[in-house]
Each structure stands twice: as structure tokens, then as C-alpha cells.
């Protein structure tokens, strides 16, 4: 818009800020994952950076997997200092999906290091269809 441009270049100089950000604050990011299959098993890393490994849970019910987890963003502010901004969040992060096949959830893995979640979900053996006879 351009008056909002103009009103900007008219007010700077004016209002001197102690420090400058560009862009406003994301909300909170949305776990994001990658899915690999293969002829046995599902590998998927999820990005969950800053959360402790106790604080994730991770569900799974036949082909649905759910990952959800809790940051946290500790605040400590010492004597005589002042928060500029803060632009950490904190809150529950959610991410469901559905994959091709049931896993088979007592064999499941999973492992977190360095922000990423590895899954291992082996596939549950297909059931075999039986022909009935009719007698």
C-alpha cells in the first residue's frame, strides 16, 4: 500500500527502537516429517527441535500414527534486564497421518536425537483371505 509506505518513511527517524526486527513473529511451526516406506517397514523423521525426548508422545493405532509434543520456553529474567522480545513459543505441537498399512506396534522404534524423531513402524503382516465352501 502505498500510503502505509509513506506514513513509514514519513514517522522513521522519529521513533528511535533500542533494537529492530524485521517481520512479525511466526506462530507456532507445525511438526514437519518425511515418510520413507519400503517392502517392510515405514521410517519417518519428524522435526520436534527444543522439546525434551519425555515431553513427545507418539500413538499408534493400526495405520494412524500421531505424534504430539509440549515445548516449553523457560523464562528468566535477571534483576535490571527487560525482554525486547521474545518470540519463542510455547505450547502443545500436534501432527496425525494416516499411512498405507496397519504397523505393527510391538515391534515400533522409535529414537530422538538433535530435534529429529526417528520412527521405525514395521508393517503388520497382511491377512490372508480365506475362500469359504459353502456346505
Do not use: C, M, W
Amino acid at each position: 500500500n502505498p500510503f502505509d509506505d509513506s506514513i513509514d518513511e514519513l514517522l522513521r527517524g522519529f521513533f528511535v527502537r533500542p533494537v529492530a526486527f524485521e517481520g512479525t513473529p511466526k506462530a507456532a511451526q507445525a511438526i514437519r516429517i518425511d515418510v520413507r516406506e519400503d517392502e517392510n517397514a515405514y521410517t519417518v523423521h519428524a522435526e520436534i527441535p527444543g522439546v525434551k525426548k519425555d515431553e513427545i508422545h507418539v500413538n499408534i493405532d493400526n495405520e494412524q500414527v500421531a505424534i504430539s509434543a509440549e515445548t516449553r520456553n523457560e523464562r528468566e529474567v535477571k534483576e535490571g534486564e527487560r525482554v525486547l522480545r521474545a518470540e519463542r513459543h510455547y505450547g502443545k505441537v500436534y501432527r496425525a497421518f494416516v499411512l498405507g498399512q496397519a504397523v505393527d506396534q510391538e515391534k515400533a522404534v522409535a529414537r530422538y536425537a538433535d530435534g529429529v524423531l526417528e520412527l521405525t513402524l514395521p508393517k503388520k503382516a497382511a491377512a490372508s483371505s480365506k475362500r469359504l465352501t459353502i456346505n
